[in-house]
């Protein structure tokens, strides 16, 4: 099973950008998918984006689509979300999510699909 391990977060005013990394220990990142979940205060954990084991294949949230990006270095074992144009809503703990069946499975079942789970990096957002 896959360590994960996330970093990057912080405080941020509305409309900046921030980049958050996921570095992967083992020697079978590339079989999972990759995704990123995030949890605000109060609230359920929310599927934010995926990424195939290839990186061919991405899907986001109707909520971030267009101003967060999602990528993957198979050769660095890590994954990336972009965030851009960010909104005090985004504020939330953003977790890094592996998942041996289909990334899409991440969009469609959510957490219950998850292998495994990073600890969880802050973004805060300020208007």
């Known amino acids: 099973q896959l360590r994960l391990v996330e970093s990057g977060g912080g405080l941020v005013q509305a409309g900046g950008s921030l980049r958050l990394s996921c570095a992967a220990s083992?020697?079978?990142?590339?079989?999972?998918?990759m995704g990123w979940f995030r949890q605000a205060p109060g609230k359920e954990r929310e599927f934010v984006a995926a990424?195939?084991?290839?990186?061919?294949?991405?899907y986001y949230a109707d909520s971030v689509k267009g101003r967060f990006f999602v990528s993957r270095d198979n050769a660095k074992n890590t994954v990336y979300l972009d965030m851009n144009s960010l909104k005090p809503e985004d504020t939330a703990v953003y977790y890094c999510?592996?998942?041996?069946?289909?990334?899409?499975?991440?969009?469609?079942?959510?957490?219950?699909?998850?292998?495994?789970w990073g600890q969880g990096t802050l973004v805060t957002v300020s208007s």
């Open positions: 083992g020697r079978t990142f590339k079989s999972y998918a």
């Open positions: 999510a592996a998942d041996l069946d289909r990334a899409f499975d991440m969009v469609v079942v959510g957490t219950r699909t998850v292998d495994a």
């Open positions: 990424i195939s084991w290839s990186g061919d294949n991405t």
